[in-house]
């Protein structure tokens, strides 16, 4: 039977302690000690009390691996670094894109609106039939031209013309024409009358439409007109059929114009047109407009 070895023990006590410690196992082995303890001294230096005087050699744990956990940890903190700056990076590209994104208010222009007043809407009666709106005049005009001239009539003039330009486009002045005091170089407008007159009756006369208004056929002329032979139906009297007693009832015109209109009437064959009636003497503008509507040729 071998003999008990005090050191087996020892090592036998050092192995478990550091092996319900989580240590790993001493690298040295019994063999080991074995010729080291042959090689040393008999005495030791220790007793049984002390234990053994020499401490086993160990290594500690990781120790192999120190330098590769190191450099491994100076990845890891690399890594991090580097992810953080390209979260950054990432945030502050996505912050740029929704601020650019962001829709933008942009301002109407106010336009002022001018609403019209009703005094401008609906202009009273007496200034719309006085004189036609600068702004409404119109490119052509329109004017009556009649009494001595050549071809009386509606001519059809520019705007901005003259008295003597509608003489003109109804074809002149007659030879039995005599204008009186009219001014030539008037403006007309359109709607006028431009009546011319004779050597008999010298005058010219510029009337501007809506002037005067024909008066209305007297109630007792009317029904007298409309008895007569030369009376056509609601009183009109054909002035080359009418009798002087028939032209006596018209508006205007008693048994001295009346025979005048007759002795007109013979002496020139007959009435081609009612404006002839100005050409009879005693029949002026006025009686003229008030029974030029109760006539015909």
């Known amino acids: 039977m071998k003999n008990h070895d005090p050191h087996l023990d020892e090592y036998a006590r050092a192995r478990l302690a550091y092996v319900t410690a ?10 080991h000690l074995a010729d080291q ?4 001294p008999t005495d030791l230096g220790f007793d049984d009390d002390a234990g053994w005087s020499q401490e086993p050699q160990v290594h500690e744990p990781g120790a192999a691996h120190g330098p590769v956990l190191r450099r491994a940890g100076e990845l890891a903190r690399g890594h991090v670094k580097a992810i953080a700056a390209v979260l950054l990076a990432a945030l502050v590209l996505t912050a740029l894109v929704v601020q650019r994104s962001r829709p933008t208010t942009v301002p109407l222009e106010e336009v002022p609106v001018t ?11 007496g200034a719309s039939l006085a004189t036609p709106s600068a702004a409404a005049t119109p490119d052509h005009l329109k004017v009556h031209v009649l009494g ?4 009386p009539g509606v001519v059809r003039l520019r705007s901005g013309a003259r008295v003597q330009d509608a003489v003109t486009a109804a074809g002149g002045l007659a030879g039995s024409a005599a204008i009186g005091e009219l001014n030539l170089a008037a403006p007309v407008m359109d709607g006028d009358q431009v009546l011319i007159g004779t050597r008999r009756r010298p ?20 029904g007298s007109a409309g ?21 006596d009832t018209l508006p205007g015109v008693g048994p001295v114009t009346a025979q005048r209109i007759l002795e007109w009437r013979t002496s020139h064959g007959r009435f081609s047109r009612v404006e002839e009636l ?3 003497d005693g029949i002026g503008p006025k009686t003229y407009a008030n029974l ?4 015909r040729v």
């Open 37 to 40: 303890r042959d090689a040393e």
């Open 203 to 222: 005058r010219g006369v510029v009337r501007h439409a809506g002037e005067t208004a024909p008066a209305p056929l007297p109630s007792a002329a009317a």
């Open 148 to 151: 001595a001239v050549v071809t």
């Open 278 to 280: 100005q050409e009879v």
């Open 227 to 247: 008895a007569s032979g030369g009376a056509v139906g609601g009183g009109v009297l054909d002035l080359n059929n009418a009798t002087a007693e028939q032209l």
């Open 22 to 31: 989580g240590r790993p196992p001493l690298v040295l082995g019994p063999r």
């Open 292 to 295: 030029s509507s109760h006539v």
């Open 115 to 125: 609403l019209p007043t009703h005094a401008a809407a609906a202009p009273s009666v």
